[in-house]
Every structure is written in structure tokens, then in C-alpha cells.
């Protein structure tokens, strides 16, 4: 099982290589292979820290815990319909975003979110809401 908090159910969607530190992009390259190669494995929804903030570089200022990351978990799961302490396969999660989530609204629900002008968000919410899988990562360095 791996535990994710709110927002973090649409960054996965974007991912495309980029992070904040070699060991978070290896990290995180992995729970996004994993997802992406077995739908079915179950996601721990939390509210605060997860799984990919456990490897946020210490020499970067830690905002896992900022009040605006929080509202942003909050906003993500009220538009999924999803709780904290719940869980989903990732299957799930993702028939819910193409559901219920459109690419534009990445605008709202992330406005403060510094990887947003990347537009990577928005294409992984095309690609769920067509039916598409998700691109393979990049290659770790």
C-alpha cells in the first residue's frame, strides 16, 4: 500500500522527471512505475506527509506542512469525494479525476502550486479523461 495525501493524486498524474532532489525523483519515479504499471495497488489516503514528501530533500525549505498544501489536499479530495484515512486502488482514484476533474480546474485547485506552469497536470488529466495510459518516467540519472 502507499500513502498519499490529497494534491499529490494529480502531481503522480503530471509526473514526468522532475523534482526537487535526485533521491525525491527516484522516489517518486518509483511509486509513479508502480502505479502506473499495477492500477490495482491500493493508496492510504492521508492528510499530511506521504510517501513522496518522506523524501524531501533536508537542504530545501519543507513545506509538507504548509497550510496552503493542506487546503490544496482538501480541495483535491472534496472534488474526488474521497477522506483522508480512506483508501482506493489507484484505478479508482484515477476513474474519479477523469470523472470529476477537468484540466482546467488545475488552475483552481493549484494556484499556488510552483509546478503548475509546467502544464504537465493538465496533459495527465487529458490522457485519464481519454482513456490513455500514462507515459512511461524518464530514466533515474
Not at 494529480?10 to 504499471?37: A, F, H, P, W
Not at 477523469?98 to 493538465?122: F, N, P
Request: net charge positive; charged share 25%.
Amino acid at each position: 500500500m502507499i500513502r498519499l495525501r490529497g494534491h499529490h493524486l494529480l502531481c503522480l498524474l503530471g509526473y514526468r522527471g522532475m523534482g526537487y532532489s535526485q533521491d525525491y525523483v527516484s522516489n517518486m519515479t518509483q511509486i509513479y512505475e508502480t502505479l502506473r504499471k499495477n492500477p490495482e495497488t491500493r493508496i492510504r489516503l492521508v492528510a499530511g506527509p506521504d510517501d513522496l514528501c518522506a523524501r524531501f530533500p533536508v537542504d530545501k525549505p519543507y513545506h509538507c506542512q504548509n497550510a496552503s498544501v493542506h487546503r490544496r489536499d482538501a480541495a483535491v479530495l472534496a472534488r474526488l469525494g474521497l477522506k483522508p484515512s480512506g483508501w482506493a486502488t489507484w484505478s479508482e482514484i484515477q476513474e474519479r479525476i477523469a470523472q470529476r476533474v477537468e484540466s482546467h480546474d488545475i488552475h483552481g485547485l493549484c494556484k499556488t502550486c510552483s509546478w503548475r506552469t509546467y502544464g504537465v497536470c493538465e496533459e495527465g488529466i487529458v490522457l485519464v479523461r481519454s482513456g490513455r495510459p500514462l507515459p512511461p518516467a524518464p530514466p533515474v540519472d
